[in-house]
């Protein structure tokens, strides 16, 4: 397995620009709209976005770079204003330390222990990387498909149309 710092710089400001898009289209539907539960696996919008900022956080707590959350993965933030802003604030973290990597800082081992399925787990750094940002990704994906099914104007996703010179956030 081979991470480059290049890669995740790309993906850094991959997933800052898709989650400026998402906060955007958000903010185009109703707070009942955001809600509801429209049979993802996660339910609602609030919820799987909620859950992708955790998850976020929980791995970047795991690669070092901060605290990991607290509280339920699905009610993180408890208004989708409050969720903007923490989104916003969790991309620019990542985003800062994508831009300052050197390749020897992708090496080395994760050690956690899993809340979701109670179990420990051990494996390589760069791999935990590429998984954080396939994370982002997959939910992403189910964001999508939800905004879409609301009504709402839902982000470009493909990587090749974003803007190469931001802004990212």
Do not use: Y
């Given at each position: 397995m081979h991470v480059f710092p290049e890669y995740c710089v790309t993906m850094a400001r991959y997933n800052a620009w898709q989650n400026k898009q998402l906060r955007a289209a958000f903010d185009t539907?109703?707070?009942?709209?955001?809600?509801?539960?429209?049979?993802?696996f996660f339910g609602s919008l609030m919820n799987t976005a909620n859950h992708l900022l955790w998850g976020d956080r929980m791995w970047m707590a795991r690669l070092g770079l901060g605290d990991a959350p607290e509280g339920d993965h699905l009610t993180l933030t408890p208004t989708p204003a409050a969720w903007a802003g923490e989104r916003y604030k969790t991309d620019a973290r990542?985003?800062?330390?994508?831009?300052?990597?050197?390749?020897?800082?992708?090496?080395?081992?994760?050690?956690?222990?899993?809340?979701?399925?109670?179990?420990?787990?051990?494996?390589?750094?760069?791999?935990?990387?590429?998984?954080?940002?396939?994370?982002?990704?997959?939910?992403?994906?189910?964001?999508?498909?939800?905004?879409?099914?609301?009504?709402?104007?839902?982000?470009?996703?493909?990587?090749?149309?974003?803007?190469?010179d931001g802004p990212w956030l």
């Open positions: 539907l109703s707070e009942a709209e955001l809600r509801k539960d429209r049979g993802a990542l985003l800062h330390w994508a831009e300052r990597l050197n390749a020897v800082d992708l090496k080395g081992m994760v050690k956690w222990r899993s809340v979701m399925v109670d179990r420990d787990f051990s494996h390589p750094f760069d791999l935990c990387v590429m998984h954080l940002f396939n994370h982002q990704t997959h939910h992403r994906g189910q964001l999508h498909a939800m905004l879409t099914a609301a009504g709402a104007e839902a982000p470009v996703t493909d990587i090749l149309f974003m803007p190469e």
